[in-house]
């Protein structure tokens, strides 16, 4: 599965280890009580993150930094991994639902039927995963993943040569979800190179998804996407963003009072126990944080 509820995670049996993939490398922690995080860089041009082409250019160097960071030792018993990809691999979406059914088989053909026209590829061929967040009167706001299988089964290649099983597949903007405040109406502005995620989330429930390319990290750049951002959750969500959390901009005290001054927002940085996450390893930071409350 691509996306699983965040919820589920801590009801299950932890995997070996959890890798988060980044154009810039790959960040890694096995997993236990207090984990510690290796980053294992990547020569540039080696990945280019995309939806919509092949996004592994070197794929002797990646996995070269893959067995380098398992070990380099074979097993028979393959062991469980979890995959934490960049959110520019694929496409995310939150769908509402008047009434969405309880088949899962429905639930699918629904969900395939409403982004058939609005993601770049073919969704009939691609993996599909979902969270549906169920509201008053039965409305559900469905977070959705979607990316086309072969670019899936490119990142889980290396992995598997090395007697690795990545049973669990999910995005680095899910899983640092797990390090964000539910309180109140906010938005997570999460940078990774050229990409901006912006997520959206009204009292825990995600209520909207943005992925994109932005021209530079600059000011300049980030506020042309965050300004028509606040515009529509206020003419949309019957409020003001109350909250921005800073992933990955360097959050020092200037760049967040600048944000604060400019936007008239509370500013604060994505925190977790291991320390500040940064671009290339909030998924991986949150997600740990979810097998134990001092990762």
Same mark, same amino acid.
């Given at each position: 599965?691509? +996306? ?9 049996? =932890? ?13 890694? *922690?096995?997993?236990?009580?207090? *984990? ?14 995309? =939806? ?16 380098? #960071? *398992?070990?380099?030792? $074979? @097993? ?8 934490? #990809? ?33 993601? =770049? ?15 008053? &009167?039965?409305? %559900? ?6 990316? =086309?299988?072969? /670019?899936?089964?490119?990142?889980? !290649?290396?992995?598997? %040569?090395? $007697? ?6 999910? @995005?680095? !903007? ?8 539910? %309180? ?11 990409? #901006? ?17 932005? !021209? ?5 750049? /980030?506020? !042309?996407? +965050? ?8 003419? &949309? ?17 200037? @760049?967040? $009072? ?7 927002? @509370?500013?604060?940085? +994505?925190?977790?126990?291991? $320390?500040?996450?940064?671009? &290339? ?10 097998? %134990?409350? &001092?990762?």
């Amino acid at each position: 599965m691509l +996306l699983e509820s965040l919820k589920r995670l801590v009801q299950e049996p =932890p995997p070996a280890m959890a890798f988060e993939i980044s154009e810039a490398g790959i960040a890694a *922690a096995r997993i236990g009580s207090k *984990a510690e995080v290796e980053f294992r860089p990547l020569k540039p041009g080696s990945l280019s993150v995309s =939806p919509l082409k092949e996004n592994i250019l070197d794929p002797d160097e990646f996995s070269l930094a893959v067995r380098a #960071l *398992a070990g380099g030792r $074979g @097993t028979r018993k393959r062991k469980d991994v979890a995959l934490i #990809l960049p959110d520019f691999s694929t496409r995310m979406a939150v769908v509402d639902f008047d009434e969405f059914p309880s088949d899962s088989k429905e639930q699918l053909s629904l969900i395939r039927f409403r982004l058939k026209r609005s993601v =770049p590829f073919d969704v009939e061929l691609a993996a599909v995963s979902y969270w549906a967040q169920i509201g008053a &009167n039965k409305r %559900a706001d469905v977070l959705v993943v979607l990316a =086309p299988l072969e /670019i899936i089964s490119r990142y889980e !290649a290396p992995f598997r %040569a090395a $007697g690795m099983n990545p049973g669990f597949v999910t @995005t680095s !903007a899910v899983s640092a979800l797990e390090l964000a405040p539910e %309180a109140g109406l906010s938005v997570l502005a999460k940078i990774t190179g050229r990409v #901006l995620t912006v997520v959206v989330r009204d009292k825990g429930v995600v209520k909207l998804v943005r992925c994109l390319e932005v !021209a530079s990290q600059e000011w300049d750049d /980030i506020v !042309a996407v +965050l300004l028509p951002t606040f515009v529509y959750v206020e003419d &949309n969500l019957s409020g003001r963003v109350e909250h921005l959390i800073l992933c990955g901009f360097g959050e020092s005290d200037e @760049t967040r $009072g600048r944000y604060r001054e400019e936007l008239g927002v @509370t500013t604060e940085p +994505l925190r977790s126990p291991l $320390g500040i996450p940064g671009e &290339n390893n909030a998924g991986l930071l949150g997600y740990l944080r979810s097998f %134990a409350r &001092n990762n």
